[in-house]
């Protein structure tokens, strides 16, 4: 019987070590990756059945990776496994396509459940957070001003980018556009969030998990 692939990513090394000593056993890890870009790249390439996910990650974040690669690939079932508690959160992850939420310091043997219960096409939610996400579904208004829902998945790569402390022109260098477009998203962020300074720009990308601190 094949076993399960999967690829991880986590940008701490001692992590993506720990996960494969408990994965390893039952499934087959076809490769591990540091960054959300990375992950775009090799679960294009590499194909696996199962993305095991960090939120936080440099470059581009979890969520905006599980967005890419839900749109490449719909087969391809996403578990996040972060240290962020909150709904909003979970909310995000599954709204960009992800299967499953899993806490760090859950048991291991979660993750493993969780991984068997994407896999036969089911959710799966750390029951910590399973009663706040279903009130925060209750509460919420859809692409309401001020929403990361208004953004573009390019807008969203520039916003990480500028709360990471890159600038413009370094922007257009990783992105492969003009600092004059990206100077354009920059303040296009700013109309449609209805945000002042570029302070408050970045304290929204924390806020809304776009990046971590």
Known sequence: MRKTRLL?????????????????????IVGTVSDGCA???EAQRLKP?????DISMPGLNG???????????????????????EASYAAGGFDAGASGFVLKHSAPQELIA??????????YVTPRIAGQLIS????????????????SPRQREVLQLLAE?????????????????????KYRMMEQLRIKTSAELVQYAVKHGIVST
């Open 165 to 185: 402390g890159k600038s413009t022109k370094e922007i257009g260098v990783l992105l492969n556009i003009s600092t004059r477009t990206a100077e354009f998203h």
């Open 114 to 123: 969780a991984i068997r219960e994407v896999m036969q096409g089911h959710t």
């Open 136 to 151: 925060s579904y209750k509460n919420s208004t859809t692409c309401a001003a001020g929403s990361p829902a208004v953004l």
């Open 63 to 85: 969520i905006d990776a599980a967005r890419q690669i839900k749109k490449m690939d719909d087969r391809i079932k996403i578990v996040f496994l972060t240290m962020h508690s």
């Open 49 to 53: 059945d199962v993305v095991v996910a």
């Open 39 to 41: 992950l775009v790249a």
């Open 8 to 28: 991880l990513a986590d940008d701490h090394k001692i992590v993506v070590e720990g996960l494969r000593g408990i994965l390893e056993p039952e499934f087959e």
